[in-house]
């Protein structure tokens, strides 16, 4: 048995085929999907989602959202996605860098709008580092 995964993105089709096993970066923690899992809809945080295809775990960096479960079907509503393998890991490494220096210079601002902000983006960049750097 198989699961069909779609991951949509408000402008893109991010993914949509066949694959053997889906771990989600729920907001509760990660959550496995296998074949004949029990319908549900769980909100995704900012994280990586992982696909077994034909054996090999595939990345894609999610940027929140929402997936539902239905008769093997995963659906993947998200705000922005972006698959492991697009991803130049040393672009996603120096983005990062950067992120968490801006966020380490608003450290004496206290859930400031700003410190949020910054926050998301190391959250971001987090994500997408490891999305590209955990395809194998």
Same mark, same amino acid.
């Given at each position: 048995m198989s699961l069909t995964l779609r991951v949509l993105?408000?402008?893109?089709?991010?993914?949509?085929?066949t694959v053997e096993?889906?771990?989600?970066? #729920?907001?509760?923690?990660?959550?496995? &999907?296998? %074949?004949?899992?029990?319908?549900?809809?769980t909100a995704l945080d900012t994280g990586? @989602?992982?696909?077994?295809?034909?054996g090999?775990?595939?990345?894609i960096?999610?940027?929140g959202g929402f997936a539902e479960v239905e008769s093997n079907d995963v659906t993947v509503l998200v705000n #922005?996605?972006?698959?492991?393998?697009? &991803?130049? %890991?040393?672009?996603?490494?120096?983005?990062?860098?950067?992120?968490?220096?801006? @966020?380490s210079q608003l450290a004496s601002e206290p859930n400031s709008p700003e410190k949020i902000k910054a926050q998301q983006q190391v959250n971001?960049?987090?994500?997408?580092?490891?999305a590209s750097s955990s395809n194998s």
């Amino acid at each position: 048995m198989s699961l069909t995964l779609r991951v949509l993105a408000p402008d893109q089709s991010v993914f949509d085929g066949t694959v053997e096993e889906v771990i989600l970066p #729920s907001t509760t923690g990660l959550l496995g &999907i296998l %074949p004949g899992h029990i319908s549900m809809v769980t909100a995704l945080d900012t994280g990586v @989602l992982r696909a077994l295809i034909d054996g090999n775990w595939n990345s894609i960096a999610l940027m929140g959202g929402f997936a539902e479960v239905e008769s093997n079907d995963v659906t993947v509503l998200v705000n #922005s996605a972006e698959l492991g393998s697009k &991803i130049d %890991p040393s672009s996603a490494e120096k983005d990062l860098e950067q992120a968490s220096a801006k @966020l380490s210079q608003l450290a004496s601002e206290p859930n400031s709008p700003e410190k949020i902000k910054a926050q998301q983006q190391v959250n971001r960049a987090r994500a997408r580092l490891q999305a590209s750097s955990s395809n194998s």
